[in-house]
């Protein structure tokens, strides 16, 4: 009986488009950030509110993934900010080829900061490069300080972790301390910045600085 | 969700590597699983019966082999097989290490039967 051998991953197809994408971006001076996180982590209000201020500096536009619907990129749009919605109907992450169709729509030659927000997953988009020179893995603390155990993949398959919604701590049996020793044990050289909700806006000041820092490293 | 959109991934290059050759039908299907590669098998054989139907691939077995958690410790160097997290390194109980391999999950082969050619007798 014939057999023949295959041996190729679905991944390393993924991989060859998001090399190229990444040349691109070079070639442009474009610095792109994939943004990954359970759906209601606090994505796209993070983004919402680095926006204002990132947008100061540098020419922003965002893709934002999601099963269905275009609200997030209608919630992004009301800051003034290009958004292009992509709708997975189903799929469970966004790959580096669905990135590549979008980007006639984008002028990237007039563009500093592309960020992506993936489908609402800590699992399945973990293992799909997009071309990204950063990627953010968002956790808010009230999905449980033991997260990180729980999916070690997407921690060390990052460099940046997002600690969302530090303002709800005093009502949740959490501990940020205990997140970073989490994230710490599994990837020890992972950058954590907490981010919160107050009376007197949103805080993200630490994540705000890194992420200009390492977009002027690249830009300029 | 995520098995789905693998195994749909995996059947087009299934699909693509068959072309051009003469396949009645396909007997069984050999996929290499990473056990990190958070798939469960009942999952993956439930995508793989229902994207399957109506194709060469209807019927055929799903062979799943589970695949171990290879790491490179990125302070010594050393490899080793890794049960779970969090990682130590054997040699030097460092925590940075790379994955090498254990978060794939791909098509390594496919047994299939010929169509036999009934004209040229
Ligand atoms: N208290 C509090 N709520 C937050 C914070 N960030 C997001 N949320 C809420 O969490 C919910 C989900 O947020 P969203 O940004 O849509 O999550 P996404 O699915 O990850 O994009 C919304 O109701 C937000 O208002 C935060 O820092 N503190
Ligand atoms: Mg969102
Ligand atoms: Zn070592």
């Known amino acids: 009986m014939p057999k023949i051998t295959v041996n190729k991953d679905v991944k390393d197809l993924n991989q060859q488009q998001a ?15 994939n943004i990954i996180g359970s ?15 990132l947008s100061k500096k ?38 580096a080829f669905m990135i590549n169709k979008q980007l006639n729509a984008i002028d990237l030659a007039n563009l500093d900061l592309l960020i992506i927000e993936n489908v609402g997953n800590l699992v399945c988009p973990t293992g799909f490069d997009l071309g990204e020179d ?22 060390l398959n990052t460099d940046v972790i997002a600690i969302t919604k530090t303002d709800l701590m005093p009502y949740i049996d959490a501990d940020t301390a205990k997140m970073r020793e989490a994230i710490h044990s599994i990837k020890p050289q992972v950058k954590v910045f907490e981010t919160k909700k107050t009376s007197a806006g949103y805080e993200a000041h630490g994540l705000i600085s890194y992420i200009e820092e390492r977009v002027n490293a690249k830009i300029i | ?93 460092s925590a940075r290490l790379a994955i090498i391999s254990g978060d794939e999950v791909y098509i390594e082969s496919i047994d299939y039967e010929e169509e036999v050619c009934q004209k040229s007798q």
């Open chain 1, 134 to 155: 950063m990627r953010i893995v968002v956790m808010s603390i009230a999905e449980g300080d033991d997260k990180p155990h729980k999916y070690p993949i997407a921690v």
């Open chain 2, 1 to 93: 969700m995520h098995e789905m959109s693998l195994m749909s991934g995996m059947l087009s290059i299934a699909n693509d590597a068959l072309r051009g050759l003469n396949v009645k039908r396909v007997n069984a299907v050999t996929v290499s699983v990473g056990v990190l590669s958070n798939c469960l098998t009942d999952a993956l054989e439930l995508a793989f019966r229902s994207l399957s139907e109506n194709t060469v691939f209807e019927g055929a077995r799903l062979i799943l082999c589970e695949k171990d958690f290879l790491a490179k410790c990125s302070v010594c160097g050393k490899e080793f097989t890794a049960s779970g997290f969090p990682v130590a390194c054997p040699a030097c109980t």
């Open chain 1, 58 to 95: 540098f020419r922003v536009c965002v893709i934002e993934g999601d099963l269905a619907t275009d609200n997030d990129a209608e919630r992004i749009r009301k800051a003034n900010i290009q958004a292009i919605q992509i709708n997975t109907n189903g799929g469970c992450h966004l790959d």
């Open chain 1, 39 to 53: 759906p209601g982590a606090g994505k796209t209000t993070l983004l919402e509110n680095i926006l204002p201020r």
């Open chain 1, 19 to 33: 090399d190229k994408n990444r040349a691109l971006f070079s070639e442009c001076g474009v610095f792109v950030i």
